[in-house]
């Protein structure tokens, strides 16, 4: 099963159901007030992650481009290396819900002909943001999914560290946080 095959399984099942069952002892997920999309457009690098099934095959170099569609809407590559030595890709959509400076982006990485069905579209929230817009911290509202993705493949010790303090504010357990390798 490829890298695109297990995008469309997640969004199409475990996005959806993961907020099903979530626990509700934790605080609604605040997002950051808004976001510049043509800004943030660009290519980001995955510094650390929670674990997930559908990155298993993923050993390093793991990244995401986003583009500014004319429609509105941004083209998503997420690229990463497999154990071979080969990348593999996997191409997908986003948008904005509620305007043009939300912070909340609905994915897919279904068919564009299966867009019409809500259980395609996983959440995307930015949920920390640094002002020059060079490391983000994206989930959803159950906090299943975390991703801290910077524009470089290395970050500041200490910016990461209190990024890593909000995100602990935010309620999010960092021991299930693990580092992405970089590199060859």
Do not use: H
């Amino acid at each position: 099963m490829n890298f695109l095959s297990r995008m469309l399984i997640v969004v199409c099942v475990a996005l959806p159901l993961s907020s099903v069952f979530a626990a509700d002892t934790a605080q609604p997920l605040q997002t950051i007030q808004s976001l510049d999309a043509p800004r943030y457009m660009g290519t980001w690098f995955e510094i650390a992650k929670y674990p997930n099934r559908f990155q298993k095959q993923c050993v390093r170099n793991t990244s995401a481009e986003y583009s500014l569609q004319k429609d509105g809407t941004v083209k998503v590559l997420n690229r990463c290396q497999l154990a071979s030595g080969d990348m593999e890709e996997a191409q997908g959509q986003a948008r904005q819900l509620g305007g043009v400076k939300s912070p909340k982006l609905e994915v897919r990485f279904a068919p564009a002909w299966l867009s019409w069905l809500p259980m395609v579209w996983g959440k995307y929230w930015v949920i920390d943001l640094d002002p020059e817009y060079q490391m983000v911290a994206v989930s959803e509202p159950s906090r299943e999914y975390l991703w801290v993705l910077a524009r470089t493949q290395q970050v500041d010790k200490a910016k990461y560290d209190a990024l890593l303090q909000r995100l602990k504010a935010k309620g999010f357990d960092l021991s299930k946080l693990e580092l992405s390798p970089q590199g060859s």
